[in-house]
């Protein structure tokens, strides 16, 4: 009898553990009727076949047909962007000769320009006399559709923060390096609490820590860092433990890994918010930048997910 009664207890306490543990992460008595928010990767961009991408892969030589006329990274693309409907645009940052922040992407000028060399090279005068067009083809160079469209486009970071005062923002820092850190930190540092609340920041390591010094509480993101967080979360999550290293964080992760941590969809993502940071879904393996760019991939996103969602066609997912 006493052997039975040391089962039935040790049953107990087990079945106990694991319905503590269910009532902890289950998302099912959180707010379902949330919407999630849509992050438009450089504004409204053109788009290319993503299984033809590799680390040294020119994209503006392999996008599809057209479908609008707006370029990566400018201005223009960012206001439609947000006429659409997106929460928050991204864009990519450099460092010029001159000091200034340029926005454009590629290390490469050639790759989408008509000039040569790196945005380091040069003054933030002579990028915006390029042709940031000038290199886009569908059709292997037959025809370049925007070719002598883009002249002037490029902007420098601070036309960006003054385009758009109230808006929130992802800056990539493309050469996230101290120097960058420290320019970037030129641009952000007069900003009251309320604005820098809407930027966040990602790139390499050392800029980021350089800015995390100057301010504890901006929101960044590092892949080496984020690794190190989500392990520990993985580890210490099931008790609803956030881990400093989470705090003031952006997260992106594809959807088919984000159902393995602990509280997903809806109890994660409260509580990644309650300690200032984003959660952002990403389709495929999250190597490419792959977003949810068309309708149908919508109905892949859980119900009552109230986070961001990574998209490259704002004008093709969102309701407006």
């Not at 040294?56 to 370029?71: F, G, K, R, S, V």
């Not at 926005?103 to 945005?119: I, K």
């Not at 902007?155 to 800056?171: G, N």
Request: proline fraction near 2%; glycine fraction near 8%; hydrophobic fraction near 35%.
């Amino acid at each position: 009898m006493k052997k039975v009664r040391m089962r039935r207890i040790t049953v107990a306490i087990i079945v106990s553990c694991i319905l503590l543990l269910w009532l902890n992460n289950t998302s099912l008595f959180t707010n379902k009727t949330d919407t999630y928010k849509l992050l438009a990767h450089r504004g409204l961009a053109q788009t290319f076949d993503v299984s033809q991408v590799e680390w040294d892969t020119n994209t503006a030589q392999i996008i599809y047909e057209p479908e609008h006329e707006y370029l990566e990274n400018t201005i223009e693309s960012m206001e439609v962007a947000f006429e659409y409907g997106a929460d928050v645009v991204e864009l990519d940052v450099q460092r010029t000769k001159d000091g200034k922040l340029a926005v454009f992407h590629d290390y490469d000028l050639s790759m989408r320009t008509n000039g040569e060399g790196s945005v380091n090279d040069y003054t933030m005068d002579w990028l915006r006399k390029l042709d940031i067009g000038y290199g886009y083809t569908a059709d292997n160079g037959k025809i370049y559709p925007f070719r002598g469209k883009g002249i002037g486009l490029m902007p420098e970071l601070s036309e960006i923060l003054e385009t758009f005062k109230d808006k929130e923002l992802l800056i990539h820092m493309k050469n996230g390096d101290l120097e960058t850190g420290k320019i970037l930190w030129t641009y952000l540092k007069n900003m009251s609490d309320k604005r820098l609340a809407q930027i966040t920041v990602y790139g390499n390591d050392d800029g980021l820590m350089y800015l995390r010094e100057q301010n504890s509480s901006i929101r960044i993101l590092s892949m080496n860092l984020l690794k190190k967080a989500l392990i520990k979360y993985e580890l210490l999550g099931w008790s609803g433990y956030i881990p400093k290293e989470l705090h003031n964080m952006e997260i992106h992760i594809p959807l088919s890994y984000a159902k393995y941590l602990w509280g997903w969809p809806n109890k994660f993502v409260e509580r990644m918010e309650s300690v200032n940071t984003r959660v952002v879904i990403v389709e495929g393996n999250g190597k490419w930048s792959e977003g949810f760019d068309t309708v149908e991939s919508l109905e892949k996103i859980p119900k009552g997910y109230s986070g961001y969602v990574w998209t490259n066609r704002i004008d093709t997912v969102s309701s407006k």
